[in-house]
């Protein structure tokens, strides 16, 4: 008898791990599909589609899309782009809307709770209902340069990172973390005679280091992979454009689709390393997300 | 609470400023701008000035109309049929065209059905955004049980106690990280037509009783692939806050119910649901926000083919806004877009709202 139930038992955890590992396939095969056929000539990545070789590393094998993609376009500079665009960004938005956030948890000033209720309310307004009023905006908008004052933001960096630095999600993801903060240590500090900088300098931000990576990581996600209808429409110029807009270049009439698989890859593994390195962090943040409901 | 310590009307201020003047110059002067905008013609780049046309260009998006069609008749009176049997009646242009009718005109056939020997059609100002409207529409319908129901089996799939189990949730999630314009030209490849990926694994999995779908070339099926797709991408994000619903549900009245001895149905349908509805009304109005803002998919994919199957409201806002410049109509649908998240979001707060 207790044999049989341990069968039983053994037949049913296979079970559970096939269905679990089918599943797993499902999610799996298109990204091993890329990276396997980025390393293939064309005439063989259409031939494999036919079979499992398709999933594997067979064949003619080599890098020579990779090669191919870097003559096509100017990868390195799209990739030193985003990079540089998300960085910025990211670092801009966490100091500016931690003070803004820490402003509004400690401090008591007029207009506090009406300001606040602004901010929330813009949680609601998706940016695609407003790319195109902005879109004039920042063509008009002035800037003062080394060159002097100049009128419009199009096809520069500044286009792209100014716009996205404060955002309503960020500053309440602070809020909310500042809230749990003890208070008697900031009133403490005041007691004391620290000044409202210190406090933020000395005590709070060095408590944040949770809200810190949660924000960080849902930029850098925004700001690197989503950056598309954006630039798309403020960037002409080769010189400022970020990756994901780069993939036009491998639009041609006839599609290569080995560089094509062998620049998608380019762009997606480092962001699959961080995940694979920070898994536990980058899911957390997007849970996070899902509690301001 | 508020002490003497805290109050500080300049450092306050000073705090706050630098992030909500860029909130307020990047998301609220816009936003505001949008609805002044839809009530003029602003060009991109214009040489006239920009003037107040009122409510004109939500007319010309917006205006619908029904005419009935009269079939040809013979002088004895006879209906007049091609030589399929169809009946044959006058072409639209007649009505949109002639100046017996000012109230239709310039309007073209959106669709048409027969009603005993007479037609009737509907004819709207602006067919190409009356069907990105239903397509968007279409998108949020299907996506949301597909991408949420799947989303919650995953959910279910993944929370049970078993060694190895991150790993699996690891990779459900791997496609959430990834752009969706490089998940779009990926799929591309694999939906498309002859080496299609899809078709072949089809046909393997059929031993060769599927016949090859050219799925985004096709009117009937180029929307439907879009949304498999969509959904199979965000189905790990919508997995991760089901997650957090089933583990916010309490181990006791799991217990209780397996001691009433329950079974696995009964246990679901009367401990897991109901300690899941606010993540489901989260899930129902996250998945529904998303579909209204889809662009990437179309843009690398169809560009709003074949025969306009595709369209979205926001690639129209993108097309007229930058393709073709007109910035006032581009906004016109940004705001009719915003009305519909409103919506979404009265709803939200009505199923969510404290109940007695």
């Known amino acids: 008898m207790a044999l049989v139930t341990s069968d039983n038992h053994g037949l049913r955890l296979a079970a559970r791990y096939a269905t679990l590992s089918l599943v797993a396939l499902i999610f799996l095969f298109p990204l091993v599909f890329m990276v396997v056929s980025s390393l293939k000539p064309d005439q063989q990545l259409l031939a494999d589609t036919s079979s499992i070789r398709a999933f594997l590393p067979v064949g003619d094998i080599s890098l020579d899309n990779y090669v191919k993609a870097f003559e096509r376009a100017p990868i390195g500079r799209f990739m030193a782009n985003s990079v540089f665009v998300t960085v910025t960004t990211v670092l801009m938005s966490i100091l500016l809307c931690s003070l803004a956030a820490f402003s509004f948890v400690f401090l008591d000033w007029t207009g506090r709770g009406a300001l606040l209720s ?114 798309l429409i403020v960037v002409q110029d080769e010189a400022h454009r970020p990756v994901m807009v780069g993939l036009g270049y491998f639009f041609q009439l006839q599609i290569a689709w080995g560089e094509v698989m062998a620049y998608l890859t380019l762009i997606s593994v480092p962001v699959i390393a961080f995940y694979l390195v920070l898994q536990r962090a980058f899911i957390s943040s997007i849970a996070s997300t899902g509690v301001k409901g | 609470m508020s002490s003497k310590l805290t109050r500080s009307n300049r450092a306050g201020w000073l705090f706050a400023l630098p992030g909500f003047s860029l909130l307020f110059l990047f998301i609220i002067v816009p936003f ?42 013979t002088e004895a009176g006879e209906v007049v049929r091609d030589k399929d049997g169809e009946i044959e009646y006058p072409r639209v242009r007649t009505i949109t065209r002639s100046d017996e009718f000012p109230q239709y005109r310039g309007m073209q056939e959106w669709f048409r059905w027969q009603s005993g020997d007479t037609a009737k059609v509907v004819i709207a100002a602006d067919v190409v955004f009356m069907k990105a409207l239903v397509n968007t529409l279409t998108f949020a319908l299907f996506i949301v049980p597909i991408q949420g129901g799947g989303a919650l089996l995953l959910a279910l799939l993944i929370n049970q106690k078993l060694r190895g189990i991150n790993a699996y949730r690891t990779i459900y999630f791997m496609p959430v990280v990834i752009s969706i314009v490089v998940i779009s030209l990926l799929w591309r490849f694999i939906y498309s037509g002859n080496e299609g990926l899809l078709n072949n694994i089809l046909s393997a999995l059929t031993f060769g009783a599927f016949t090859p779908v050219d799925w985004l070339g096709n009117t009937e099926t180029a929307l439907g692939s879009i949304i498999a797709m969509s959904a199979w991408q965000a189905m790990g994000f919508h997995m991760v806050i089901w997650l957090a619903g089933l583990q916010s549900i309490s181990p006791t009245l799991y217990e209780a119910a397996s001691i009433e001895g329950a079974s696995k149905w009964q246990t679901f349908r009367y401990v897991t649901w109901p300690g899941l509805r606010n993540t489901a009304v989260l899930v129902l109005i996250v998945i529904t926000m998303q579909s209204f803002a889809v662009f990437a998919q179309v843009d690398v994919m169809t560009n709003g083919g074949p025969l306009d199957s595709t369209q979205t409201l926001v690639f129209q806002t993108v097309e007229r806004g930058y393709g073709k410049q007109d910035i006032s109509g581009g906004a016109t649908i940004s705001v009719i877009l915003f009305l519909m998240v409103l919506m979404i979001s009265a709803v939200q707060a009505f199923l969510t709202r404290e109940r007695k």
């Open chain 1, 118 to 231: 602004v901010i929330v309310a813009t949680l609601i307004i998706p940016f695609e209902t407003i790319a195109v009023p902005l879109l004039l905006l920042v063509s008009k908008l002035p800037w003062i340069g080394l060159e002097g004052l100049e009128t419009g933001w199009l096809n520069t960096y500044r286009v792209q990172i100014i716009p996205w630095i404060a955002d309503a999600l960020t500053i309440f993801l602070f809020v909310q973390f500042f809230k749990d903060l003890p208070r008697e240590l900031i009133e403490a500090a005041r007691v004391e005679g620290a000044s409202w900088l210190t406090i933020y300098r000395r005590i709070v931000m060095p408590l944040s280091g949770p809200v810190v990576a949660t924000a960080a990581i849902l930029k850098s996600l925004t700001m690197y992979n989503n950056q598309y209808l954006w630039p």
């Open chain 2, 32 to 73: 505001f701008f949008a609805f002044w905008l839809s009530l003029t013609n602003q060009r991109l780049v214009s040489p006239n000035p920009t003037e107040f046309i009122g409510l004109k260009n939500y007319r010309d998006l917006l205006s619908v109309s029904i005419i009935t069609l009269e079939p040809e008749r």
